[in-house]
């Protein structure tokens, strides 16, 4: 193949981290009711969970500035 580096996946589970972030976000209220523990939880587990996959997506492969 003539252009094989340019058809290798980039993908490194960053955006499927991002997704799982903001859906324990989104989820975080509805269980804060029942298990306030657990709800915080989440929310802080969204939140580090979606950190780490902006990282991994937006911010590791950025070309460094001089």
Same mark, same amino acid.
């Given at each position: 193949? #003539?252009? *094989?580096?340019? %058809?290798?996946s980039k993908? *490194?589970? +960053? $955006? #499927?981290? @991002? =997704? &799982? +972030? #903001?859906?324990?976000?989104? &989820?975080a209220p %509805? =269980?804060?009711? !029942?298990?306030? !523990? &657990?709800? !915080?939880? #989440? &929310? @802080?587990?969204?939140?580090? @969970?979606?950190g780490i996959? $902006?990282?991994?997506?937006? =911010?590791? %492969?950025?070309?460094?500035? @001089?």
């Amino acid at each position: 193949m #003539a252009h *094989s580096e340019h %058809n290798k996946s980039k993908n *490194s589970g +960053g $955006f #499927a981290l @991002i =997704i &799982l +972030g #903001a859906l324990l976000l989104f &989820l975080a209220p %509805n =269980i804060s009711p !029942t298990d306030p !523990t &657990l709800g !915080t939880l #989440a &929310l @802080i587990g969204g939140i580090v @969970i979606g950190g780490i996959g $902006f990282y991994l997506r937006f =911010i590791r %492969n950025r070309p460094k500035k @001089i």
